[in-house]
């Protein structure tokens, strides 16, 4: 399965394999942030912001 980023060098959405994709939390002042990050296949990072229950169902490991 695939989960769609948006690429800023591109200005378009990409599909990236769920191999090249991890789990990340970030913390903010005013608590936690959940989000992916992906390799692009020319490694160019993409970071992408996602709710906990997303977060939760997606079944990839966590950096």
Sequence with gaps: MAVEFYDLKLKQKVMIDE?????VTF???SGVRYGLRATTEDNRKLTKFVGKADWDKLNVPTE
């Design 19 to 23: 191999k090249n994709v991890r789990k």
């Design 27 to 29: 913390q903010t002042r």
